[in-house]
């Protein structure tokens, strides 16, 4: 069959401007969604609707088709989904004499989704030849018979009511019908419904139950913002893995060829994160490694808070925190080994490492240079290393490791390539809490 995933995405956000390409945790927002079209089992074609020729270029750099611009009176503010999808598929009969079984639509803002969503979706409507549609759908949030309204004379009426239960907004939670909250996750729609009824959704609709862990809906800034935290942080991760899919560097480049696949990819069990994430455009933040091999520190920044005070003589001081000390110490009786690349020469980064102990090398110009030859040298498995950085010259670094690191306050292109990133900020306890966390699994 032919199972369209479409894709909509105009040019004219106003809560977000330019919300479909901006970078969300490195990727633009629209590759989360055309990435769950393409890696879908069932799906046969993904194609985004836009208007904007940006949209399209970055679309067809993440591996989506972008076989036309919509029309400019189809992506205003109150234009609604219906005539998105009918001008989609009429334009594919008129042109190309194609015509889908059943379209899917995959919303940009809700960017994180079960793996199998899509295909659960698809595969519903598969077994169930009388519906019309499947709607991803989550418990809601609050319970729509707790709700009022204010009528014309200013007095509360209850929303609604529940047959043989008086006053059902004083009623326990138990005793109400449940609720549900649809999501901009998966609609599954079968063509003829759309062309025949005049609905996306038809009569016959069936729910597909998510997860509300998943339930990102992005509209605001703030939305974003908590979005990009979850995701930075980590949070979809308990139990199983994901497939490594190279960055989409060309998309952010503006590049208009896909991106191939590593050609080493990770085993999909070794990066401890869940398959629902497996639509991200990337890896996800790969997690730290359950036996470390190494740990390699960057120091100004990172061992210090970038600061740095001189005398009239010339002579320079740093501040670093006792706590990181402790943290390294903690390293050293664990059996995990630990060494500093730093890109400065001075006396001071070389008395504080020598305090602690740590192997160093400075006056390196090329970092990635100097930790191939160090893995090479200690010959450790880059899987098991960890990096701790703070700047652009630590990026380089990040992929030839298996789990790259960030202070608090790193520069921002070293936090968007980072897999994770710390609570403290630089000199001020982010190495007791990296140290922390390795030792707490070892």
């Known amino acids: 069959m032919n199972i369209l995933a479409l894709i909509p995405a105009r040019g004219g956000s106003k809560s977000i401007p330019r919300k479909n390409i901006r970078l969300l945790a490195g990727h633009p927002l629209i590759a989360y969604s055309i990435a769950a079209g393409l890696q879908s089992s069932l799906v046969t074609r993904t194609i985004v609707s836009t208007d904007d020729e940006e949209i399209a270029e970055v679309a067809r750099a993440c591996g989506a088709e972008t076989p036309f611009l919509r029309p400019a009176e189809f992506a205003q503010d109150t234009t609604t989904d219906f005539p998105v999808f009918t001008h989609a ?48 759908i989550v418990p809601s949030g609050q319970n729509p018979f707790k709700m009022w309204h204010v009528d014309e004379a200013g007095q509360m009426r209850p929303l609604l009511t529940v047959p043989g239960l008086d006053e059902p907004y004083n009623a326990p939670r138990q005793a109400l019908p449940q609720t549900y909250w649809q999501t901009g996750h998966i609609d599954a729609i079968r063509t003829r419904t759309i062309l025949e009824k005049a609905s996306l959704s038809g009569g016959t609709i069936l729910p597909l139950h998510i997860d509300p862990h998943y339930t990102i809906d992005i509209d605001t800034l703030r939305d974003w913002e908590r979005a990009e935290w979850m995701i930075t942080k980590g949070l979809f991760a308990p139990q199983e893995g994901l497939p490594m ?152 670094c990040f992929p030839m490791v298996g789990c790259a690191v960030v202070v608090a306050d790193a520069h921002p292109a070293a936090f968007d390539q980072a897999d994770m990133v710390l609570s403290y900020p630089g000199g001020h306890g982010a190495v007791r809490e990296l140290c922390d966390l390795l030792c707490s699994q070892h």
């Not at 042109?95 to 989704?113: A, N, W």
């Not at 199998?116 to 409507?125: G, N, S």
């Not at 520190?297 to 009239?312: C, I, L, N, S």
């Open 89 to 136: 598929l009429g334009w594919l009969k008129e042109h190309e004499g194609y015509v889908p079984d059943i379209v899917v639509q995959l919303r940009p803002t809700s960017p994180i989704r079960p793996s199998d969503c899509v295909d659960q979706a698809v595969q519903m409507l598969l077994d169930h030849p009388a519906a019309d549609s499947v709607r991803g």
């Open 245 to 396: 899919v190279r960055p989409l560097a060309a998309a952010q480049a503006g590049e208009t060829e896909p991106q191939p696949a590593e050609e080493e990819a990770c085993p999909m069990d070794s990066l401890g994160l869940p398959e629902e994430l497996r639509s991200r455009p990337k890896a996800f933040p790969r997690p730290l490694p359950q036996h470390p091999a190494l740990v390699v520190f960057d120091f100004d920044g990172v061992m210090t808070d970038d600061r740095v005070w001189v005398d009239q003589d010339g002579r320079e001081m740093v501040a670093a925190n006792r706590r990181d000390g402790m943290g390294i110490a903690m390293l050293r009786k664990a059996g995990i080994p630990a060494v500093v690349l730093s890109t400065e020469e001075n006396p001071v980064v070389a008395a504080r490492c020598r305090k602690l102990g740590l192997p160093i090398q400075q006056g390196l110009q090329d970092k990635a240079a100097a930790l191939s030859q160090l893995l090479a040298e200690r010959q450790v498995d880059p899987a098991q290393v960890v990096y701790l950085g703070n700047d652009i010259n630590d990026v380089p």
